[in-house]
């Protein structure tokens, strides 16, 4: 059974620093890894997706690794600000679809 | 272009009630998903079409659930005889289709209140 496993569960940074956001899971069989962020209130924004057969993806100051053999993906944010204040959420897609989410990481960065 | 849209925002109801959900994925988007996020709890899948496929409805709680999606779009979660514990915010998300690569989309959810 896949289990999705978020450290740390919640964080409190200085603005401009860097910073990183672990996600493992259990069962290396999957197809996408994908990284969302949500505001409080909100639904779910997509911020990356790494296929299964990719190492790394970066958009901006967001970068996500993928190490399917140990089970664990990154997600590095550089120069934080306090917009990217909000929870960030990992979501292993395996084969059959039925998406597990990790349960986040809380993200608060102050001015 | 228009994102995933979700009816209504909010919907509070009285504990034995039915209530219908509705999503509208993105245009041309074959796959579609809802989830439920429980105060304090992760995501919880619920429920996957894709296409004219069967869907995947190992995700139900009980089988007070049920989704359907008419027209290989618009799709209803109905919960029939609603409790306490049903309250939670449901979330739904369209993938161009399924597969390696395929970004989910999400709606903005629907906050279900059963009092």
């Known amino acids: 059974k896949q289990e999705v496993t978020q450290i740390p569960a919640a964080l409190s940074v200085p603005e401009g620093e860097n910073l990183v956001l672990n996600c493992s899971f259990t069962?290396?069989?999957?197809?996408?890894l994908q990284w969302f962020r949500q505001d409080p209130g909100k639904g779910l924004t997509s911020l990356l997706l790494i296929q299964s057969s990719q190492r790394e993806q970066t958009s901006g100051r967001l970068n996500a690794s993928l190490d399917k053999s140990s089970g664990r993906s990154t997600l590095y944010i550089a120069a934080s600000q306090p917009g990217d204040s909000a929870t960030y959420l990992c979501?292993?897609?395996?084969?059959?679809?039925?998406?597990?989410f990790g349960a986040g990481t809380r993200l608060f960065v102050k001015a | 272009g228009a994102g995933v849209s979700q009816s209504p925002s909010n919907k509070v109801t009285e504990k034995g009630k039915d209530v219908e959900l509705r999503c509208d994925p993105i245009s041309g988007h074959t796959a579609l998903y809802w989830y439920r996020q429980s105060l304090g709890q992760g995501l919880e899948f619920l429920i996957y079409f894709q296409g004219n496929s069967a869907p995947d409805k190992s995700g139900l709680p009980s089988d007070r659930f049920s989704a359907e999606r008419t027209g290989g779009s618009v799709s209803t979660l109905t919960i029939q005889r609603t409790q306490q514990e049903d309250s939670a915010v449901y979330l739904c998300?369209?993938?161009?289709?399924?597969?390696?690569?395929?970004?989910?989309?999400f709606g903005p959810g629907t906050r279900l209140t059963v009092t």
């Open positions: 998300a369209s993938s161009f289709s399924q597969g390696v690569g395929y970004e989910q989309y």
């Open positions: 069962d290396s069989a999957i197809y996408n």
């Open positions: 979501a292993v897609i395996p084969g059959g679809f039925k998406t597990i």
